[in-house]
């Protein structure tokens, strides 16, 4: 069997077998799941349409969370878009809008697909699913645009767990990032060596973020750190494609980050006992909804 | 044992948010809960420790657990209205919340109560993983990556070769295996991961076995 350990390795294997990565890592899936490269690609096709649902339900509402405190940024980035001075392409402005939709139906309650977590699950898709309308990527394109940001995803989490408690935000919406960075790539038929340095440049350039959740909520900053990162991802695709290399091998960038989240102290990870969490209004907000909670509403 | 990742751990499971960890993994925590007592209950009772006490109503945590007992599923839009849902069937539901250090951070006890009554335990360790780690205070390791066989038995000589002996006649290969008992000659408890899943002539055979007081077959997880 391919074992996916390391993004050498995996590059290396494609280069022999004259294969696109997409395609090592559904060979790789079909093998360990006992099934046909049709079936995995069925089910990734099942998760692409989830967050496409996700996107379009998101666009249409503006319910807030339990605790009130987000919900509808996405209807004010709508009304902004009808009218008033834009900065951003068409294209970036969809980024933006389907980040918020689906990261605003994860904070309601809806139906998103964890990618790779809940609490970054809008980077992805709305990469994904903003830049294939933007290049007319069909569907077979956009589900191995997914299966390339899966198999990033997978080789990192090898060696780095993709869990806010563990190694802070850089293991969450970082590696979302780059796992959209690179299929952004992909989207756009970059080489395999393309792929990864978008990947390595984004990760590079988010290292040590640290998760600092209000009222430990995946509401503030999660909400628009989803936001911020899908713009983000699409940097360290441009980069790449212009050819643009990181200095430092994306494995050797995976084990700095391991180490950095080891070295991060466990008040910044996930347990909001400080950096944001703490600040004074962070625990203002913290305060009121354990009376509110208290209260039984 | 580590689990073998796959590449629908890192662009999926499709869950209800915002949590995997608060909400999907409750979910998972009732769901599997639900299917080891056997029947809709009259009446649960959850009681919510650390993390899942302090940050649980702002998750959600309280609709999935309780939606999970109900037999929702991750991705179930409806658990968002499981406490509508509970009254529609009549289920008595109740929350209570405890910190304690010695407990893990997101767990859980259940106490349900039916034709019968049953406390089980279970806790969140992330990513939409759980384990059910007691159940009626024995402890057991049940996380939904495998069909799980839950017997509660008279504590005598020879159950375990009984058990094991009718899935042998089968051809069941076993993954995994746990016993406990509470003392010597009292009662006992099996909980055994299959490669496969059980046929019900099987549970039946099962069944039959003298001093046999419960069986469950708790299906693999869809993830």
Redesign the interface.
């Known amino acids: 069997m391919i074992q996916l350990n390391t993004f050498e390795e995996v590059l290396k294997e494609a280069g022999t077998q004259n294969k696109k990565l997409y395609e090592i890592?559904?060979e790789h899936?079909a093998e360990?799941?006992e099934t046909s490269v049709e079936k995995?690609r069925e089910?990734?096709q099942?998760?692409l349409n989830?967050m496409k649902d996700a996107i379009f339900s998101g666009l249409k509402s503006k319910e807030k969370?339990?605790?009130g405190l987000c919900g509808d940024d996405c209807a004010k980035l709508i009304e902004k878009y009808k009218s008033g001075k834009i900065f951003f392409s068409e294209t970036y402005q969809k980024v933006l809008l389907y980040s918020f939709a689906t990261i605003e139906?994860?904070?309601?309650?809806?139906?998103?697909?964890?990618?790779?977590?809940?609490?970054s699950?809008a980077i992805?898709p709305s990469v994904i699913v903003a830049m294939s309308e933007a290049a007319n990527a069909n569907e077979e394109i956009q589900i191995n645009a997914?299966?390339t940001?899966?198999?990033i995803?997978?080789i990192v989490?090898?060696k780095l767990?993709?869990?806010g408690?563990?190694a802070g935000c850089q293991s969450e919406c970082g590696v979302a990032s780059a796992?959209a960075a690179a299929a952004l790539v992909e989207i756009y038929n970059g080489t395999n060596d393309q792929i990864l340095q978008a990947a390595a440049l984004t990760l590079k350039n988010i290292m040590g973020l640290v998760c600092d959740p209000v009222?430990?909520?995946?509401?503030v900053p999660c909400v628009k750190r989803n936001a911020f990162l899908a713009i983000y991802a699409i940097t360290g695709a441009e980069l790449a494609m212009a050819g643009i290399n990181s200095v430092i091998p994306i494995d050797e960038i995976v084990d700095a980050m391991k180490q950095v989240g080891e070295l991060m102290s466990p008040t910044l990870k996930e347990s909001s006992e400080a950096g944001l969490a703490t600040t004074k209004t962070g625990l203002e907000i913290a305060q009121a909804?354990i009376q509110k909670?208290n209260a039984g509403s | 044992m580590e689990k073998?990742?796959?590449?629908?751990?890192?662009?999926?499971?499709?869950?209800?948010?915002?949590?995997?960890?608060h909400?999907?993994g409750a979910v998972r925590i009732g769901y599997l809960a639900g299917k080891i007592f056997g029947e809709i209950p009259q009446k649960v009772k959850f009681r919510l420790y650390n993390?899942f006490a302090?940050?649980g109503?702002?998750?959600?945590t309280d609709?999935g657990l309780l939606g999970g007992v109900l037999g929702l599923d991750v991705?179930n839009?409806n658990?968002?209205k499981a406490f509508d849902y509970a009254r529609k069937l009549n289920v008595q539901y109740e929350f209570e919340y405890a910190n304690d250090h010695n407990r893990h951070p997101n767990s859980v006890d259940i106490h349900l109560e039916g034709s019968y009554k049953m406390d089980i335990t279970g806790v969140s360790l992330?990513?939409?993983e759980v384990c059910i780690t007691k159940i009626n205070g024995y402890k057991f390791n049940i996380n939904g990556d495998y069909d799980t066989l839950v017997l509660i038995y008279k504590d005598k000589p020879g159950m375990v070769y009984k058990v094991t002996a009718l899935l042998q006649n089968y051809n069941l290969n076993i993954a995994t295996m746990h016993c406990d008992r509470n003392a010597k000659g009292q009662e006992a408890s099996m909980g055994i991961c299959i490669d496969g899943s059980l046929p019900e002539s099987l549970l039946t055979s099962l069944a039959e076995i003298d001093g046999v007081y419960l069986i469950r077959n708790i299906e693999v997880l869809k993830k």
């Open positions: 890592c559904q899936e360990i799941l995995v089910k990734v099942i998760n989830a969370s339990m605790s139906q994860n904070l309601r309650m809806g139906k998103i697909v964890a990618c790779p977590t809940a609490g699950c992805v997914l299966i940001a899966g198999l995803g997978e989490s090898n767990a993709l869990a408690a563990v796992m009222a430990g909520l995946v509401e909804l909670w | 073998q990742k796959t590449l629908f751990d890192v662009i999926g499971p499709v869950i209800i948010g915002p949590s995997s960890s909400t999907a993390s302090k940050t109503k702002g998750h959600g609709k991705d839009e658990i968002k992330g990513a939409g």
